[in-house]
């Protein structure tokens, strides 16, 4: 079974420009997530998606962060205009129900 | 608001031995509780979760629940090498099914 795949894989920007992310979730899972994880942190929920409904996104800073996924697979994230503290990795998960998640390998931002 | 507190180490072992990692929660009505595997650079791995008070095997890992003292462990027997890593503890975090993670305790394991 093939894993959860994120794009790319690093990303160096500077400070107010925009970047994006890819996220494909394992075949079959129907609850998305993105989280953000600053170095020395656990990761913390930016957004979920149940199919390709919003559950939750309380805690995205929705001034520079949207996201979206179309048709309930495929999903991105996008930050416009980046900020320096927006450097960190951002993981995709998926979940086949409410219970384990599982991570794609995550996509490293570094805003200079 | 809801958290999950880990003691950040590093925890140091020496091979063969067992492992203890500890994480405490605020909500006491979690139901849900997951132990997460970083190595550096790399993504969280699951590696158990556990739901009921008391002890779940798998392996060298066993899971210990005490809702009670909400109070969640990890045990790491015969601890090799390759364990040496960041390991998170999490908690669902209420009916959507997010997960709460703590900050991670760093394990390094002495050959």
């Known amino acids: 079974e093939a894993g959860v795949a994120q794009s790319p894989r690093y990303k160096i920007i500077e400070k107010r420009q925009s970047v994006a992310f890819w996220c494909n979730p394992i075949?079959?899972?129907?609850?998305l997530y993105w989280y953000q994880q600053i170095l020395g942190q656990g990761p913390k929920l930016l957004i979920q998606?149940?199919?390709?409904?919003?559950?939750?996104d309380s805690q995205l800073p929705k001034d520079r962060f949207s996201a979206e996924r179309l048709k309930g697979v495929d999903s991105t994230l996008k930050i416009q205009p980046a900020k320096l503290e927006d450097s960190a990795v951002y993981l995709c998960?998926?979940?086949?129900?409410?219970?384990?998640?599982?991570f794609g390998p995550g996509t490293r931002l570094t805003v200079l | 608001q809801k958290e999950v507190e880990q003691n950040s180490g590093p925890l140091s072992v020496p091979e063969g031995a067992i492992a203890s990692l500890n994480c405490t929660y605020s909500?006491?009505?979690?139901?849900?509780f997951f132990w997460y595997r970083q190595y550096s650079g790399k993504s969280p791995e699951l590696i158990m979760f556990?739901?009921?008070?008391g002890d779940k095997e798998d392996g060298r890992f066993t899971a210990q629940l005490n809702k009670a003292s909400q109070y969640v462990s990890l045990l790491i027997r015969d601890s090799q090498p390759s364990d040496s890593a960041t390991y998170l503890c999490?908690?669902?975090?209420?009916?959507?099914?997010?997960?709460?993670f703590g900050k991670g305790t760093k394990l390094s394991v002495k050959p």
């Open positions: 999490a908690v669902l975090g209420g009916s959507q099914g997010n997960l709460i």
């Open positions: 556990i739901y009921s008070n």
């Open positions: 075949s079959g899972h129907a609850t």
């Open positions: 998960a998926s979940s086949p129900r409410l219970s384990e998640q599982f």
């Open positions: 998606f149940q199919n390709n409904g919003v559950v939750d």
């Open positions: 909500d006491r009505g979690s139901q849900s």
